[in-house]
Nanobody, 111 residues
Framework: QVQLVESGGGLVQNGGSLRLSCTLS????????ARWYRQGPGKYREWVGF???????AYSDSVKDRFTISRDDAKNIMYLQMHNLKPEDTAVYYC?????WGEGIRVTVSS
């Protein structure tokens, strides 16, 4: 059974940092692009960014220069390092690879 599990969320102050992890079990990232999404209160789910197998990345304009995505294929883990967090980053964060999604983890940024 393929599973993606996010971890590392929680409450952080405005301007703080947090690192999320996404652990894949039952499969490998392989040649799949691994992605992060988020859904804020009362908002649609939005794409945050992705990391390709070669390590190249892309980000939405709202998080560019503040967030960094990386992956460790040997451990089947993808990371989302978040710096200079803002209240508008408050959301449930989801990881995705292929057709598989995690259940999400909440990040709350206090003002």
């Amino acid at each position: 059974q393929v599973q993606l599990v996010e971890s590392g969320g929680g409450l952080v102050q405005n301007g703080g940092s947090l690192r999320l992890s996404c652990t894949l079990s039952g499969s490998t990232f392989g040649l799949n692009i691994a992605r992060w999404y988020r859904q804020g209160p009362g908002k649609y789910r939005e794409w945050v960014g992705f990391v390709k197998p070669d390590g190249s990345t892309a980000y939405s304009d709202s998080v560019k220069d503040r967030f960094t995505i990386s992956r460790d294929d040997a451990k089947n883990i993808m990371y989302l390092q978040m710096h200079n967090l803002k209240p508008e980053d408050t959301a449930v964060y989801y990881c995705n690879s292929g057709e598989n999604w995690g259940e999400g983890i909440r990040v709350t940024v206090s003002s």
